[in-house]
């Protein structure tokens, strides 16, 4: 018997999150086994008039062609990949993985060369700017593990931060987005942390259930060379089937020049693998009101209520600042008084302190006003 959650999900992700036209072609790719969101989003894109196509990956087989590609076959299998989707309208990718860590035996030379001629001209480069994109991880056995939940536990954890009240968060948004598009400097501060950049001109952009699931975050991207100082990240965060604890990242005059973390070379193998990605894509807020703790997911930490998060790698054309990368990770810290404070000036004004926003004009974005 299907979850009437799944149903509602599904019929939310088809309208709203990508909202689906008639006519309009519409790619559903599974990473993982768990097929019932995968059918009922076959089914409401045909209820919205659309033209559904399905691609299915299985974790394991995946790793086996990346441990053995050479970077001309890697071109060659994205190129068939790249073509369906420079054809498609609209993107949505569920990610049921069974073990976060299926790809850690991968040689780090194969995923520089899987996340430079597959990752970044499919994704980074093609689906994140030209089509209606959702990405999403799916409740199973394996995520609740992650999350240190029961399944039942994670489950109603989880549709409650994918099925916010969007429209009212669109709106507290507002005031933030139209602050940021008239910010010139940011001085972010806390434990470990002290850095500076300009976003002037850059623009923002309020995501608010229309891109991945769970929303809740407000991006831009700093001025290219503009970033100076040091940051801290206390939120783990898992890249290539890797678990990074608290990296710190030196910049000056906006690139990465001092990377530490408890896998240092290997994090600084990942910088290493184009020269955008030791540059900064993007800045962004996360507001989240039911995501309060980091559960291992960057999909789910980046939105956390009083976190921000300072990306290395691919920025977004929408938010450009001319910064082009086959990685775009997604670092986050969170800044509420259990995880040591800390405050982000905008133009020497306080905006946030200890994870909550201070102005009378975006009280509306703390958590107890977005429930």
């Known amino acids: 018997m299907e979850d009437p959650r799944i149903r509602k999900f599904a019929r939310f992700l088809i309208q ?17 086994h768990e097929r019932p969101l995968a059918k009922a989003l076959i089914e ?24 053995g590609a050479s970077e001309q076959h890697m071109r060659d299998v994205a190129s068939y990949e790249l073509a369906r989707m420079k054809d498609m309208d609209a993107y949505i990718d569920i990610r049921a993985t069974e073990n976060i860590s299926v790809w850690n035996k991968v040689p780090d030379d194969k995923m520089g060369i899987y996340r430079k001629e ?55 948004m507002e005031p933030l987005a139209e602050l940021m598009n008239r910010t010139d400097m940011v001085h972010i501060t806390g434990p470990k942390t002290d850095i500076t950049f300009s976003i002037k001109g850059i623009g923002s952009s309020p995501m608010s259930g229309n891109r991945n699931i769970p929303d809740g975050e407000i991006y831009t991207a700093p001025v290219k060379d503009s970033v100076n100082g040091v940051i801290y990240y206390n939120v783990p965060s898992i890249c290539d089937g890797v678990t990074f604890h608290d990296v710190t990242l030196t910049f000056r005059d906006g690139k990465i020049v001092d990377a530490v973390s408890d896998h240092t070379d290997r994090m600084n193998q990942i910088f290493d693998i184009d020269e955008g990605a030791r540059y900064i894509g993007e800045f962004a807020l996360g507001v989240n009101p039911v995501i309060k703790e980091p559960i291992l997911d960057i999909l789910f930490d980046e939105k956390i209520a009083g976190s921000f998060h300072l990306t290395p790698g691919n920025s977004y054309d929408n938010t450009t600042n001319g910064n082009h990368s086959s990685v775009h990770w997604d670092l986050i810290s969170i800044q509420t008084p259990e995880w040591g404070g800390g405050e982000i000036w905008f133009d020497g004004v306080l905006i946030r302190k200890d994870g909550r926003f201070v102005p009378d004009s975006l009280q509306a974005l703390n958590p107890e006003n977005l429930l």
């Not at 709203?16 to 993982?32: F, N």
């Not at 409401?44 to 441990?67: N, Q, R, S, W």
């Not at 089509?131 to 995520?143: H, Q």
């Open 16 to 32: 709203h999150a990508v909202y689906l036209q008639k006519g309009e072609k519409i790619l559903i790719e599974l990473h993982g």
């Open 118 to 172: 597959y990752w970044g001209p499919i994704h980074l480069s093609q689906r994140c700017n030209h089509t209606k994109w959702s990405v999403m991880r799916y409740p199973n056995d394996a995520m609740a593990q992650l999350a240190g939940m029961s399944t039942e536990e994670y489950e109603d954890f989880y549709f409650a931060a994918c099925l916010l009240d969007y429209d009212q968060m669109a709106k507290a």
């Open 44 to 67: 409401e894109a045909y209820k919205a008039g659309g033209e559904p196509f399905f691609h299915e990956f299985d974790y394991v087989l995946e790793g086996a062609m990346i441990a």
